[in-house]
């Protein structure tokens, strides 16, 4: 309802407005629409086509051309800074990035080899067109993305790579050559509250997947990224620096194969946008994309001796060993246990675990006949992995096996099953992943076992006392047989 309301009252103030200037706005809309539906994209291509109408100079009449006479008053700007020194052209903003699409200024500053990731047009989003007070179309806003620090170029041709645990910042250029005041949605023209900038991430293998950015606070605390307003006046430059950014998950398979990357590697591209809030709602103005990004949960080199830290991994007591701190995580680069192994194992010992009374308490020993119940209740199945799971687990040679059910387990030994976060596949995420403590259901077996064996005990004696009673029955009637 609130939702309705704003609407509702958006829609009063434009055509009140429209009345005021004497503008037709239900023709206006319909023809905008039907614009938007002929070429959505069209007009995030102008830039390529023919530059925007000069920022800064007074707005052309309609059905003039655009000046191409002056330039921007931020260009000139930047070709005087160019002319000093290096450093002062890094505060133009550029940072060395190539122009994107969406950029206006002209002699853009050479790309360099630690330049970022490179931008271009968001073609997964449908994008809006701004108007201003008097009905007028405002060109698409030009802004230029910078990536302050947080990314390393990957040597093996992997695109970018960003550490989870580590943050990132980003600074937006952008620039206004008018005020919007309304922005052309499929419900018609509404009355925006303000511009900001909105940023996420996204699976490129599954655009339609977004993945959330977090931000952490001073205290330390990691909260979900929120819209960042801006306010530019027209014709003016402003910049907005964001820092402290993360992904809120890893890229899935960034395991290596064999020291090569991994053909199952997946992606991450960086989303930057400018939208239109109207209300609780917001509409993309303009958006860019970011090349293909490597989110890692873990720094892959670390087990090199020349960099990994001292207080991970040190020499033990014991003579021949090895002594670490953490988790350790095989074929998987988010361990949630002390060690996690994604593959086979292959032991040619015994696997040793304590069980010294010393070290026990509140024994009780359970009930063998409840313990037959629950084995009886317990099934086994045959089954074929999921395709995807397979991958991720490292048994692509597996996929059929024989084994519990975790739901099934729960419903009779609840204490046997256990969660372990969030499975992150390719295409899709299996929240709290459940786990079999097979240990707990094979000693379960042991009680079922020997309960089973006081059973066979007791039909044994039942059996021998049979047979006697069988053979002194025998006896007798023989004897009855014999006497005259």
Known sequence: QQHQQQH????????????????????????VVQARQVAPHAHTLLPLLDPLPVFGSPPSSPGTAPSRQTKPRYAAAASKKRKTSS???????????TNSPHDQWEEPPPVADDAGPQWSINEHESFCRLFDSRMTEIPTPSFRIQVD???????????????????????????????????????????????????????????????QLEQSQSDRAKKSFQPVPINVPPGDVCRVTIGRLHFSEPTANNMRKKGKPNPD???????????????????TIASQVSE???????????????????????????????YHVGSVGINVDSPDEALCVHGNLRLSGSLLQPSDQRIKCDVQ???????????????VFSYRLDKEWAIH???????????????????????????????????????NLLCVNKDRVYMENVGAVQQLSRMVDQLSMRVSQLEQLNRTLVQQHQHSNVSP
């Open 8 to 31: 509702q009252h958006s829609q009063q103030l434009v055509q009140s407005d429209a009345a005021a200037l004497g503008f037709d706005l239900h023709a206006l809309a319909n023809s």
């Open 87 to 97: 450093a002062d052209a890094d505060d133009d903003g550029s940072g060395g990035r």
């Open 149 to 211: 620090k947080g990314f390393k170029r990957c040597k093996m041709g992997e695109g970018y790579i960003c550490q989870k645990k580590n943050h990132f910042q980003v600074t937006i250029t952008l620039q206004l050559s008018a005020e919007p005041v309304y922005v052309a949605t499929s419900s018609g023209m509404l009355r925006i509250t303000g511009l900001f900038i909105v940023m996420h991430g996204l699976k490129l293998e599954n655009p339609a997947h977004k993945v």
């Open 265 to 283: 590697q997946r992606y991450f591209g960086l989303v930057v946008s400018i939208s239109a809030q109207v209300g609780d709602q917001y509409f």
């Open 292 to 322: 293909k990004i490597v989110v890692r949960a873990s720094n892959p080199r670390q087990f090199e001796s020349d960099s990994f830290p001292k207080t991970a991994w040190a020499k033990g007591t014991v003579p021949g060993s090895v």
């Open 365 to 379: 020993q359970l009930d063998p006949h409840q313990q037959l119940n629950n084995i009886r209740r317990l099934g």
């Open 393 to 431: 687990a490292g048994r692509e040679a597996e996929v059929e096996d024989v084994g519990f059910i975790a739901q099934q387990v729960q419903s009779v030994l609840p204490d046997a099953v256990r969660t372990a976060g969030t499975a992150h596949l390719n295409s899709k995420q299996v929240p």
